[in-house]
């Protein structure tokens, strides 16, 4: 029997991936646990490992195939002495696998509903093998006029040609009703923009420009945070904080720390009373889903790190359960793999609460965008010498400004005010933060 | 004698040959059974047998003008029993080809004509006047159709003709009234004027060759005009007053009542399906308006029973035929990934002078249907190839979606323009836009360049013109 190789769902919220590279060649011997391919999902590149002996029959998605479906078929393998045509033969006209559902969507479907009927994975389409699609030059037109993916469109023509009827169901909804053949991925609902199938936007006359592709993590980015503006009712508190004490503290620290390798930043600081603060306002580690509420035991911080082309969240499991050194060492690894692109994603996956940390560029405050399907996010703006009146008197104080996005859904603006609150009394007495 | 087919296909014509082959192809045990000549009317009696006859008329046209070619032809004339007798045995060996193929695709000719006995039988009566069943698991009615009459036009075969008379004349008729100028009415009024007669042209409808677009349809009638031939449109002929070698037609044109006297007439208003005698009525196949009802894929809605070509209703063309029996064989045979014919992918070809060719929507449905149009229109007259052969008359239209560029329709008239279609009907098939058009190569000197500019000037390109 031939082995089917799938595109794997490497994060729950994966729905494609880029095929970035093969690693091994048709004709390849291939043993489980070998490294096959790295897939470039929305978060980060992940490497597939075979999870059968056998020899690589045939190729059936190209290095650098785009937006490949969750459960499409990427390759076969031909077990050990079975013919490698007969192998490929009986592939071919595979209909690609309906993956399961991973177990962890459900929660986030229903906190972040999207305007466009989110495709399922049981009705996402095959992209076509490899990079070309073949289509009626027609149906490519009317496709790319309408802003609809060809890709992700089932043909009905010869050999799994889309033509012109086929994008016009595609484009009313329609093709899912088809009996055999696969549902649209992309179905412009009426009158609603379909997520990630963005408007057609061509560029300014005269104004040199270059174009780049989006990589599946920008993608991401455009999904998730549109869907988040569009559906989640954000609200805004800020919070002054001193941190003089703080800084004192990490110097202390630090000293201590000397020669370790281990030096606390100020973030790991953030993390950690963010971590407390939500222990001691539960009410604030929460999620929206729907017709429920899921109110977290654990706080779980998920850290924005940028890289290049986007941004990743990183999550520290359990922070309120862990040092200042512990968070501390495990950040910088987090970000070090984020940078590097190797995050898994067990490393980004889930999370309770985000921190977003502008202060290293100086600035003063903002309001980030909630990550769905989390309750809040707490952006962090830049430790600076401030006037400060103590006493009734006017003094310099270190002070950093914290401004907290709520979805008000699952958080109310009191609830939100006595999460900074608890927030900011740890920030300015951190030996707290030790106990 | 009783066998059990998978699959009996009643009727050996352009439908039912074809579709027994495809059959046969598929590994399906297959029988035709035909009364008459194999091949049916196309072959026989149609299109076949007709080309010949209008061949005969263009070499004699040529031959009228050879002149123009630098040529000498003097005290030319014609032998009508000659060019009947060639016309016939074009006919007689293309339908012993047929016989050919059957033997070789190991199809079962069974001769006879054929009634539904019940579901799954049929009672075959053969020419020496003997009954047999014949069994199969699916019957396929292609029986086809034949020359409408109505009850004040009937034909006599002698002062009133159909199509078969008058593909077989003793003698060349001095003047002739043509009832109908769809494609059959038309050709032979083209072939009988081109050899002499006086030629009346009498249409219902506003236009002759009603389906056609509007301006080829006008084209064609001024270059028939110029001919000497006469049409009377918005007329309809309401009595056939019949003389001993003679017919006064009372021609109704728009109220206005005239008597014609001509030596022949030509009945050519149109076809009736074959649904008589085959039983049809017996398993409840449901006929309408004289054709048999089916769904895209021939399927007649009662199990076992399918329907293809003529007798399935218009448009009455022996290439739609065949196609309709090879898919309705492959759905018989379950080959997967089907598709239904696209209707509006049939091309129609009429071989009169000028020849017409075209498919798709006219000008006039694809305004109707709501479409934006972008329409390209070259003329024979900018074509070197035209002009090297003598035939500047004519023109090649296009028509675009001026949104999406797809080739809405392509009207052709002139000459040659019959072979000439099938570059759009392909184009139309594969769904090209106009820029794929653009962009193929045409060679030249041919006729086709025609079609490349056409679609250039559809965009304000042409280069030619």
């Not at chain 1, 075979?50 to 969750?70: R, T, Y």
């Not at chain 1, 968070?327 to 999370?351: H, Q, R, T, W």
Request: proline content about 5%.
């Amino acid at each position: 029997m031939a082995i089917e190789i799938f595109m794997p769902a490497l994060s729950p919220t994966m729905e494609k991936g880029t095929l970035a590279k093969w690693l091994v060649k048709e004709g390849d011997t291939v043993s489980s646990g070998d490294v096959i391919a790295e897939i470039e999902t929305d978060k980060a590149t992940m490497e597939v490992e075979s999870i059968d002996d056998g020899v690589v029959a045939k190729i059936l998605v190209a290095e650098g195939a785009e937006d490949v479906p969750v459960g499409q078929i990427i390759a076969v393998l031909a077990e050990e002495g079975e013919d490698v045509s007969a192998a490929t033969a009986g592939a071919g006209a595979a209909a690609p696998k309906a993956p399961e559902a991973p177990k962890a969507e459900a929660p986030k479907a229903e906190s972040a509903p999207t305007p466009a009927a989110a495709p399922t994975p049981a009705a996402t389409p095959v992209k076509h093998d490899g990079d070309r699609v073949f289509a009626s030059p027609l149906a490519r037109r009317i496709a790319s006029q309408a802003g609809v993916d060809i890709g992700a469109i089932a043909g009905s023509g010869p050999k799994g040609r889309v033509v012109k009827a086929d994008v016009e169901a595609a484009m009313a909804g329609g093709t899912a009703a088809k009996a055999a053949a696969p549902a649209p991925a992309v179905a412009p609902a009426a009158g609603a923009p379909a997520v990630g199938s963005a408007p057609v936007y061509g560029p300014h006359d005269g104004i040199p420009y270059h174009e780049e592709k989006l990589s599946g993590m920008r993608k991401t980015i455009a999904r998730r945070l549109t869907e988040s503006k569009q559906h989640v009712p954000h609200f805004y508190l800020t919070i002054d904080c001193e941190l003089d004490k703080l800084l004192k503290l990490r110097g202390e620290l630090n000293k201590k720390l000397d020669g370790t390798g281990t030096k606390l930043s100020v973030n790991d600081f953030i993390i950690r009373a963010s971590a407390l603060a939500l222990k001691k306002v539960p009410a604030a580690n929460v999620q929206f889903a729907g017709d429920k509420m899921y109110w977290y035991e654990r706080a779980d911080i998920s850290v924005a790190v940028a890289i290049e082309g986007g941004l990743v969240t990183p999550v520290v499991r359990g922070a309120d359960g862990k040092g200042l050194a512990d968070i501390s060492n495990e950040v910088k690894e987090l970000a070090g793999k984020a940078k590097d692109g190797k995050l898994m994603p067990e490393d980004y996956a889930g999370g309770t609460f985000s921190i977003s940390n502008l202060g290293m560029y100086g600035i003063k405050e903002f309001g980030a965008v909630v990550n769905p399907p989390q309750g809040a996010i707490l952006a962090v703006g830049a430790g600076e010498q401030r006037p400060v009146v103590k006493d009734g008197a006017l003094a310099v104080a270190t002070v950093m400004s914290v401004t907290l996005s709520c979805d008000h859904r699952a958080i109310d603006g009191a609830v939100g005010a006595e999460f900074l609150a608890a927030f900011k009394v740890l920030i300015e007495d951190p030996v707290t933060m030790l106990l | 004698m009783s066998d059990t087919y998978d699959l009996v296909v009643v009727g050996g014509g352009p439908g039912g040959y074809v579709a027994a082959i495809r059959a046969s192809q598929l590994g399906l045990k297959v029988a035709c059974v035909e009364r008459e000549h194999l091949g049916g009317i196309c072959l026989n009696w149609g299109c076949i047998p007709t080309k010949a006859l209008l061949r005969t008329a263009e070499v004699y046209h040529l031959m009228k003008h050879a002149k123009d070619f630098g040529l000498k032809a003097d005290g030319i004339g014609f032998d009508i029993e000659a060019i009947v007798k060639r016309s016939r045995g074009i006919a007689n060996q293309l339908s012993s080809g047929i016989k050919h193929l059957f033997k070789k695709n190991k199809v079962a000719h069974i001769e006879g004509e054929a009634a539904i006995a019940g579901k799954g039988s049929l009672s075959v009566k053969g020419k020496d006047g003997k009954t047999t069943t014949v069994s199969a698991k699916n019957i396929m009615i292609a029986t086809g159709a034949r020359a409408r009459e109505l009850p004040h036009l009937k034909a006599d075969g002698e002062l009133v003709w159909t199509y078969k008379h008058a593909m077989t004349p003793k003698t060349m008729p001095k003047s002739l009234l043509v009832i109908g100028s769809g494609a059959i009415g038309i050709e032979f009024a083209s072939f009988y004027r081109e050899m002499g007669a006086e030629v009346t042209v009498v249409e219902m409808m506003d236009r002759v060759l009603p389906v056609e677009d509007h301006e080829v349809s006008a084209f064609a009638a001024q270059s028939f005009k110029k001919q000497g031939m006469k049409l009377m449109t918005s007329a309809s002929v309401t009595e056939l007053k019949k003389g001993k070698d003679s017919v006064t037609c009372v021609v109704d044109e728009k109220g206005k009542k005239t008597e014609i006297t001509v030596d022949r007439v030509i009945l050519a208003i149109g076809i009736a399906g074959n649904t008589e005698g085959i039983g049809l009525e017996k398993v409840g196949i449901k006929t309408d308006r004289g054709h048999i009802v089916t769904d895209e894929w021939g399927f007649t809605g009662v199990e076992g029973f399918w329907a293809i070509g003529d007798v399935t209703g218009a448009p009455w063309l022996a290439h739609k035929a065949s196609h309709e029996g090879v898919i309705a064989v492959e759905k018989i045979a379950g080959v997967k990934g089907l598709h239904p014919m696209d209707k509006s992918n049939i091309p129609g070809c009429t071989y009169c002078r000028p020849q017409v060719a075209s498919v798709g929507l006219t000008e006039e449905k694809a305004k109707a249907a709501g479409y934006e149009l972008k329409i390209g229109k070259f003329p024979f007259i900018g074509n070197g190839k035209a002009i090297a052969l003598g035939e500047a008359d004519g023109f090649i239209k296009t028509i675009f979606d001026a949104k999406t560029g797809e080739l809405l329709g392509a009207h052709m008239v002139g000459a040659e323009v019959t072979e000439l279609i099938q570059g759009y009907v392909v184009a139309r098939t594969l769904e090209t836009t106009e820029a794929e058009l653009m962009h193929t190569v045409f060679p030249h000197p041919t006729l086709s360049e025609m079609m490349h500019e056409s679609v250039l000037d559809a965009y304000g390109r042409a280069l030619h013109f």
